[in-house]
């Protein structure tokens, strides 16, 4: 349960899931620390493996996409706030949303259609789900 996101199924899918990890992992370490990061990476790693579970028990995953959406959703959250409080930088906030957002998932949203992948949504929610909470 602990070590699923350890695993991945090629190269490629290790590469892509080291990007977003350093994407939304240096970003946000740099305002909240290493510690709680790691909380809310490992946390979201579980939540996503407790929602993958519970679509089917039987299916195994591997990768660390469900922590990284954990991350992303976290990041996101973050970001809204700071568009609350900042109200000077909105426009500055709402550009970092698209470059480290949108940008990148549409690449990887195109990626997985074009190459017909595999994709644990439930693992992807799950994870998500849990970094919305910490963020929120």
């Not at 909380?39 to 939540?47: C, E, K, M, P, R």
Request: proline share 1%; net charge positive.
């Amino acid at each position: 349960m602990f070590t699923v996101n350890l695993i991945h199924a090629d190269w490629f899918h290790l590469l892509l899931n080291l990007l977003r990890q350093l994407l939304f992992g240096i970003l946000l370490e740099r305002k909240y620390g290493s510690f709680r990061i790691v909380i809310v990476y490992w946390l979201s790693n579980v939540g996503a493996i407790l929602c993958a579970m519970l679509e089917d028990s039987r299916k195994g995953g591997i990768g660390a996409s469900g922590a990284i959406y954990g991350l992303l959703l976290f990041f996101i959250i973050e970001r809204l706030n700071a568009m609350n409080t900042n109200i000077d930088h909105r426009r500055f906030i709402l550009i970092q949303l698209i470059v480290f957002v949108v940008f990148p998932m549409t690449i990887v949203i195109s990626l997985t259609t074009i190459l017909r992948i595999n994709v644990g949504h439930a693992a992807h929610f799950g994870g998500g789900l849990v970094g919305f909470l910490f963020g929120i």
